[in-house]
């Protein structure tokens, strides 16, 4: 894996994390019995993005390592991935 594609991986996997770990812990205004004149009661009392940012990094970090281990050592390949769903394999030799 180039360098390149390792940093797309690390993108890729903290994004996801992100996504994930975004709506942890997020209390409404309208839960909170405290709705700001012209906001949107659903919206957040207090986001905690930088906790969130770093709890983000943190595991993104640790899926990403195991991620690349998985793709970098050949423990799991696309051919296994297709037998896995049932998908037919060629086999590479001539017809």
């Given at each position: 894996m180039n360098p390149f594609s390792a940093f797309v991986m690390y993108l890729i996997v903290w994004w996801l994390t992100l996504f994930m770990i975004l709506p942890i812990g997020v209390r409404?205004?309208?839960?909170?019995?405290?709705?700001?004149?012209?906001?949107e009661p659903g919206a957040p009392v207090n986001?905690?993005?930088?906790r969130k940012i770093k709890l983000t990094t943190i595991i993104g970090t640790i899926l990403w390592v195991i991620v690349c281990t998985i793709i970098i050592t050949g423990i799991f390949n696309w051919d296994d991935l297709a037998r896995l769903m049932g998908v037919p394999v060629d086999s590479g030799g001539p017809s």
């Open positions: 409404g205004q309208a839960e909170e019995n405290d709705i700001v004149e012209g906001s986001s905690d993005m930088w």
